[in-house]
């Protein structure tokens, strides 16, 4: 029996050096650069490199979602900003995070590893703040694609009883209902993640052709058949609907739309070691999916807005997504309405789908670095589905008990779930900010055939910029309001969840997380 099928592999029991790179590539299919990689990681390849570019293309694609995120979420953009607010942040967000998106893509083609954001933390950071740093980062990650799962299972069944209510009136919108369809939507998207798991990189591809075709199907008919709107009005009106001290200030709240549209371009780096050629491929994936998507969305988004009529019975449509309003105005028939909706439905279950891909990765690779409980069980790898079956099997659970709180306050809900924003944000801005520490005081980077050369530094200095105004407004609610139901309490969600980390870092991980740089054969 050869080396490989000898070894015990559980992610860090191993060296990666003990296996031979031709052994490698000949079973996990990677090329020899992926085994070169995985070796100076100090990682063995226990994934299969099943994804090629247009799978992880459609991958990320699918995950980011602009125009069917900007249609979803256009209410809190449109209360906070109007129309030429929602116009101009878009496309300030669109220039600002293709920044950050191509920080990431460098740290990626430097170090392509499931871990991302907390992986590059753990090499980048200043030496005595390596471990801590990338501690509470992984767990703000885990946080932030663990809820994600929920967000996309709990659109997609909102966006049906959206749809009931459309095509029946009579139909009384139960939070509960809301709630079993949220978990048909997660078990759906659960089997897709384990038993049929070989087959994900042929359904992202199919699922590139609905995000692509469905932009069109849906782009025509409000071409054709909606109402114009006054370009004066929609270029030059903001709206200051949350009641803010400023116009101003409530078009930066409504920064968040746009921001949401734009985020999780990160999410192929979480798939890199099933990915072929990975320290080529990411920077590529993650350039194509920002300038697509944004442009895509973009277009999509003054489509919307020009063929919205009248916003304020749209704001107020029964069925609690503008959009769908908009599309049966357009049409003028519940059935072209029902069928353009259903788009954004599947996409929703699609973006799910991805979604819980890459939050069991995430878990996975932070569980095999010993930084949640039971590492040891998340880090397992059963030979039978090459998947992390149990990282999978949790990130299913905890995304159904997310749904149970919809039962007692959808405000409640949504609230934690835009916890994984503000989440994403910082695990964005921590090491971005590391890299661009490591520049100012000249010290090395690793080697990469993406490497940004001078910009570097100017790129990474924007984006922080940039990053922190995000995370800022992430934790503002969507109007000036003292009824604490309406009140946006992410901000003591995020300081709960990193409190319960330190908690658990002082009591357990101190002794056995040492962070993923100790691994590395070669680190800077």
Same mark, same amino acid.
């Given at each position: 029996?050869?080396?490989?099928?000898?070894?015990?592999?559980?992610?860090?029991?191993?060296?990666?050096s003990?296996?031979?790179?031709?052994?490698?590539?000949?079973?996990k299919?990677?090329?020899?650069?992926?085994?070169?990689?995985?070796?100076?990681?100090?990682?063995?390849?226990?994934?299969?490199?099943?994804?090629?570019?247009?799978s992880?293309?459609?991958?990320?694609?699918?995950?980011m979602s602009?125009?069917?995120?900007?249609?979803?979420?256009?209410?809190?953009?449109?209360?906070?900003?109007?129309?030429?607010?929602l116009?101009?942040?878009?496309?300030?967000v669109?220039?600002?995070?293709?920044?950050?998106?191509?920080?990431?893509?460098?740290?990626?083609?430097?170090?392509?590893?499931?871990g991302?954001?907390?992986?590059?933390?753990?090499?980048f950071?200043?030496?005595?703040?390596?471990?801590?740093?990338?501690?509470?980062?992984?767990?703000?990650?885990?946080?932030g694609?663990?809820?994600?799962?929920?967000?996309g299972?709990?659109?997609?069944?909102?966006?049906?009883?959206?749809l009931?209510v459309?095509?029946?009136?009579?139909?009384?919108f139960?939070?509960?209902h809301?709630?079993?369809?949220t978990?048909?939507?997660?078990?759906?998207?659960?089997?897709?993640?384990?038993?049929?798991a070989?087959?994900l990189?042929?359904?992202?591809?199919?699922?590139l052709?609905?995000h692509?075709?469905?932009?069109?199907?849906?782009?025509?008919?409000?071409?054709?058949?909606g109402?114009?709107?006054?370009?004066?009005?929609?270029?030059?009106e903001?709206?200051n609907?949350g009641?803010?001290?400023?116009?101003?200030?409530?078009?930066?709240?409504?920064?968040?739309?746009?921001?949401?549209?734009?985020?999780?371009?990160?999410?192929?780096?979480?798939?890199?070691?099933?990915?072929r050629?990975?320290?080529?491929?990411?920077?590529?994936?993650?350039?194509?999916?920002?300038?697509?998507?944004?442009?895509?969305?973009?277009?999509?988004?003054?489509?919307f807005?020009?063929?919205?009529?009248?916003?304020?019975s749209?704001?107020?449509?029964?069925?609690?997504?503008?959009?769908?309003q908009?599309?049966?105005?357009a049409?003028?028939?519940k059935g072209?309405?029902?069928a353009m909706?259903m788009?954004?439905?599947?996409?929703?279950?699609?973006?799910a789908?991805?979604n819980?891909?890459?939050?069991?990765?995430?878990?996975?690779?932070?569980?095999?670095?010993?930084g949640?409980?039971?590492?040891?069980?998340?880090?397992?790898v059963p030979?039978?589905?090459?998947?992390p079956? /149990?990282?999978i @099997?949790?990130?299913?659970?905890? #995304?159904? !008990?997310? *749904?149970?709180?919809?039962?007692?306050?959808? +405000? =409640?809900? /949504?609230q934690? @779930?835009?916890?994984?924003?503000? #989440?994403? !944000?910082? *695990?964005?801005?921590?090491?971005?900010?590391? +890299? =661009?520490l490591?520049?100012?005081?000249?010290?090395?980077?690793?080697?990469?055939?993406?490497?940004l050369?001078?910009?570097?530094?100017?790129?990474?200095?924007?984006?922080?910029?940039f990053?922190?105004?995000?995370?800022?407004?992430?934790?503002?609610?969507?109007?000036?309001?003292?009824?604490?139901?309406?009140?946006n309490?992410?901000?003591?969600?995020?300081?709960?969840?990193l409190?319960?980390g330190?908690i658990?870092?002082?009591?357990f991980?101190?002794h056995?997380?040492?962070?993923?740089v100790?691994?590395?054969?070669?680190?800077v």
């Amino acid at each position: 029996m050869d080396k490989l099928h000898e070894t015990k592999v559980t992610g860090r029991d191993v060296h990666a050096s003990e296996v031979g790179s031709d052994e490698m590539v000949t079973e996990k299919r990677g090329s020899s650069r992926d085994a070169e990689d995985m070796r100076r990681l100090g990682r063995v390849q226990e994934l299969k490199r099943n994804f090629g570019f247009l799978s992880i293309f459609g991958f990320a694609m699918i995950l980011m979602s602009s125009w069917q995120v900007l249609l979803s979420t256009s209410a809190f953009g449109l209360l906070n900003g109007g129309t030429a607010g929602l116009i101009y942040m878009y496309i300030i967000v669109v220039v600002l995070f293709f920044m950050v998106n191509i920080s990431m893509a460098e740290m990626a083609s430097m170090a392509p590893t499931a871990g991302g954001q907390y992986h590059w933390i753990s090499e980048f950071a200043p030496r005595s703040q390596q471990k801590i740093l990338s501690y509470f980062i992984g767990w703000l990650c885990t946080l932030g694609w663990q809820s994600g799962v929920a967000i996309g299972s709990f659109l997609a069944a909102t966006q049906v009883q959206g749809l009931i209510v459309l095509n029946n009136p009579d139909y009384v919108f139960e939070r509960w209902h809301g709630t079993l369809l949220t978990i048909a939507m997660v078990l759906f998207v659960f089997v897709f993640n384990t038993f049929l798991a070989k087959h994900l990189p042929l359904v992202e591809g199919l699922v590139l052709c609905l995000h692509l075709g469905g932009f069109v199907a849906i782009l025509v008919p409000l071409w054709v058949l909606g109402p114009r709107g006054n370009s004066e009005q929609i270029w030059t009106e903001f709206s200051n609907g949350g009641g803010w001290p400023s116009t101003g200030l409530s078009t930066l709240v409504g920064l968040i739309t746009p921001i949401t549209a734009f985020l999780g371009a990160d999410a192929a780096v979480h798939m890199a070691e099933e990915l072929r050629d990975a320290s080529r491929t990411l920077p590529k994936v993650m350039m194509w999916t920002s300038g697509v998507n944004g442009a895509l969305g973009f277009i999509m988004l003054v489509t919307f807005i020009y063929t919205i009529g009248d916003l304020e019975s749209v704001l107020a449509t029964p069925t609690g997504f503008p959009y769908i309003q908009v599309f049966y105005n357009a049409t003028g028939s519940k059935g072209g309405a029902t069928a353009m909706t259903m788009i954004l439905v599947l996409s929703s279950v699609a973006n799910a789908m991805t979604n819980m891909a890459t939050a069991s990765r995430q878990l996975w690779a932070f569980a095999r670095d010993g930084g949640v409980p039971f590492h040891t069980t998340f880090a397992k790898v059963p030979a039978r589905f090459e998947v992390p079956m /149990n990282a999978i @099997l949790f990130t299913a659970a905890f #995304s159904i !008990l997310f *749904s149970l709180v919809n039962i007692g306050s959808t +405000v =409640a809900f /949504n609230q934690i @779930l835009s916890l994984g924003l503000g #989440s994403l !944000l910082a *695990s964005y801005f921590i090491s971005i900010f590391c +890299v =661009a520490l490591r520049r100012i005081r000249g010290q090395p980077l690793l080697p990469c055939s993406f490497n940004l050369g001078r910009l570097g530094l100017p790129i990474n200095l924007a984006s922080l910029a940039f990053l922190a105004v995000g995370f800022v407004m992430s934790f503002f609610p969507a109007a000036v309001d003292p009824v604490p139901q309406s009140m946006n309490w992410s901000s003591l969600c995020f300081s709960s969840v990193l409190i319960i980390g330190g908690i658990y870092y002082a009591i357990f991980a101190r002794h056995h997380y040492v962070g993923p740089v100790e691994y590395t054969t070669k680190s800077v």
